[in-house]
Structure formats: C-alpha cells, structure tokens
C-alpha cells in the first residue's frame, strides 16, 4: 500500500503548456505540502494545505495553483510552464500534530519543461 | 539570512565504521530538527526527530544529537553498512511556522565494503 502518491512519475512538456500533478494520501493525514527540489538538491516548501485549507504558500508565482478537494488529495496546477520550472515536485502529508511532524512523502514528479 | 548548512562533499566511509553528518544552522530557533534519508529518485524518508530540550536521540544504529548553543546538530550511524548509502537531508521547524520544513541541502554518504 502506497501511503503518499503522486503522478506522473516523469513529465516532460513544452514551454507554455499547462500541466497538473496529482497526490493522494491514504494516511488519513490533516496536512498536505508540495516541495520542490531544484538541481542543487533544496527541497523548498511551495503550499500546505490542513483540512482543504491553504496555510503555508511561499512565494511561488501564481502560475501554479494548488487544489485540494479533500484532505486525501492535494493537486498541482502549473500554467504557462517555464524552462524555471524544471525540478522535482514532492508532494508529503503529515498530521497535524505539533508534537510530531514527521511527513511522509512521496516518489516524486520530475518536471522537464523544453 | 537564514540557512541550513551540511556537508556538500561526499562522505566515504569503510562498512562498519561511523559516520558523522554535522547540520549547521543560522537565525533559526527551531523547536524540531529531523533527520530523512534519500535515495535517488525517491522521496526523503523519515528517521529521527529531536527537540529543542532533547540532546540525544537513538533508534538501532542511529543517533542525533541537538546542540541549541552551537546551532548544529550531529547525526551518526554506527556499524555502517553499504546498505546506509544515501544522501541524509537535516530539516527545521521553528514555533513561528509549524508545519514548514527548512531542509539543507543534504550529505551523500557512500559506505563501501
């Protein structure tokens, strides 16, 4: 059983598309976060979502928009891709928990945009 | 500025030795300081956990330890095996945003037989 998923795995796109990655929880976790990890192998906090609502957004360029439909799911809508936008994308989850906030993640979306 | 400084260089070291990761860190207060394992092309994976009023924490051939004074924090893996090959990435929490990780750019570590 997969506790953190996501797809694709691999994406590979053009400049200017619009592209969306998919994440699914079966934790039974309150919170959700997208990641992002450049070539220099930061792993840099994008959103956070608890419960369906937004708590954490970093400054990320508002080509990319999360949606949370319910708290097992959180998605990544990216618009109007940049060559910038190459990385890897993890999506983790994690209970809301002050005590305890390890997060789970997941295998990762490598995002090449040419 | 803020940062979360470990080793950039790899770190080889012979199976059965220990290995010594150091996580520095500067303007954080963090309240929690964690340790993940990554191995390429998968996700970080959750090993320790250590708060700000602990200073040591095992679990099997682990070990953090958490110096709030120095800012750093040490993370050992005794009796190395090949197997414990990764890049080990320390991460932040600090009471101003919980639920926001700070990771550092994270160690390889590279055991050999």
């Known amino acids: 059983d997969t506790a953190v998923s996501q797809t694709p795995k691999y994406l590979v796109t053009q400049m200017g598309n619009d592209k969306s990655i998919k994440c699914e929880q079966n934790l039974g976790h309150d919170t959700m976060y997208w990641y992002k990890q450049d070539s220099k192998k930061f792993l840099k906090i994008m959103f956070s979502y608890n419960n369906k609502e937004l708590i954490i957004n970093e400054t990320v360029p508002n080509r990319f928009s999360p949606k949370s439909p319910d708290k097992a799911h959180l998605n990544l809508h990216i618009n109007s891709l940049e060559l910038g936008d190459s990385a890897v994308y993890f999506c983790a989850s994690s209970p809301w928990d002050r005590a305890n906030t390890e997060a789970f993640f997941g295998q990762g979306t490598r995002l090449t945009v040419v | ?113």
């Open chain 2, 1 to 113: 500025s803020q940062k979360i400084e470990q080793n950039s260089e790899a770190l080889n070291i012979q199976e059965g030795k220990t290995a010594t990761l150091t996580c520095n860190y500067t303007n954080y207060s963090p309240a929690y300081l964690q340790w993940y394992r990554q191995d390429p092309g998968r996700g970080p994976v959750f090993l320790l956990l250590i708060r700000e009023n602990e200073k040591e924490k095992r679990k099997e051939r682990l070990k953090v330890t958490f110096d709030t004074t120095l800012k750093q924090s040490l993370f050992h893996i005794t009796a190395s095996q090949p197997a414990d090959s990764a890049t080990y990435l320390c991460a932040l929490e600090t009471t101003d945003s919980w639920g926001k990780l700070q990771f550092g750019a994270g160690t390889q570590v590279v055991v050999t037989p």
